[in-house]
T-cell receptor, first 114, second 115 residues
């Protein structure tokens, strides 16, 4: 089965500092990997995806993610964090064995302090 | 472009009662998903429709949950009877196509509390 793991429940970073939210995956075949963000009382919003091509993927709100096949990782990054980036972040993998639905990690809460 | 609409936003019921949620996907999106998100966890797929046919309902507790998508547009998810462990946020999502690299667009969710 296709799955992702987010090893950190919470990440704390000071505003202006770089941030990294970790995700590792376990898939058979080529992975389709996604990052979503969830703000309080709102639905999930798409940030970026990796399907094929360049290992560095750029997405919304200045976020980017690096696909690393040898380490089976897809970490989310941003060079300079904003307080408004504070939210819940989910890594997900598309499962072709389940109608291409998304299998989500448990989420990582990002807190950016002023 | 209007997003995925869901109603109600919040619902509180007692155990053993029934409840229904409604979803209107983005216009033209053939694929519709219902996810259950329990507090502290990532969303888990309950059922996926392609137009008005079911693609995957392997994780839907069919003894109490049912879903339909008449005419391949709106969808309803029903729970009857509800249990305490059904307390969660129910998310509806839609995408233009099945598979490939198509993004899924999520609605705001319905927060269900079963007492």
């Amino acid at each position: 089965a296709q799955s992702v793991a987010q090893p950190e429940d919470q990440v704390n970073v000071a505003e202006g500092n770089p941030l990294t939210v970790k995700c590792t995956y376990s898939v058979s075949g080529n992975p389709y990997l996604f990052w979503y963000v969830q703000y309080p009382n709102r639905g999930l919003q798409f940030l970026l995806k990796y399907i094929t091509g360049d290992n560095l993927v750029k997405g919304s709100y200045g976020f980017e993610a690096e696909f690393n096949k040898s380490q089976t990782s897809f970490h989310l990054k941003k060079p300079s964090a904003l307080v408004s980036d504070s939210a819940l972040y989910f890594c997900a993998v598309r499962d072709p064995n389940s109608g291409y639905a998304l299998n989500f990690g448990k989420g990582t809460s990002l807190l950016v302090t002023p | 472009e209007a997003g995925v609409a869901q109603s109600p936003r919040y619902k509180i019921i007692e155990k053993r009662q029934s409840v229904a949620f409604w979803c209107n996907p983005i216009s033209g999106h053939a694929t519709l998903y219902w996810y259950q998100q329990i507090l502290g966890q990532g969303p888990k797929l309950l059922i996926q429709f392609q137009n008005n046919g079911v693609v995957d309902d392997s994780q839907l507790p069919k003894d109490r949950f049912s879903a339909e998508r008449l005419k391949g547009v709106d969808s309803t998810l029903k729970i009857q009877p509800a249990k305490l462990e059904d307390s969660a946020v129910y998310l509806c999502a839609s995408s233009l196509v099945v598979g490939g690299d198509g993004e899924q667009y999520f609605g705001p969710g319905t927060r269900l509390t079963v007492t």
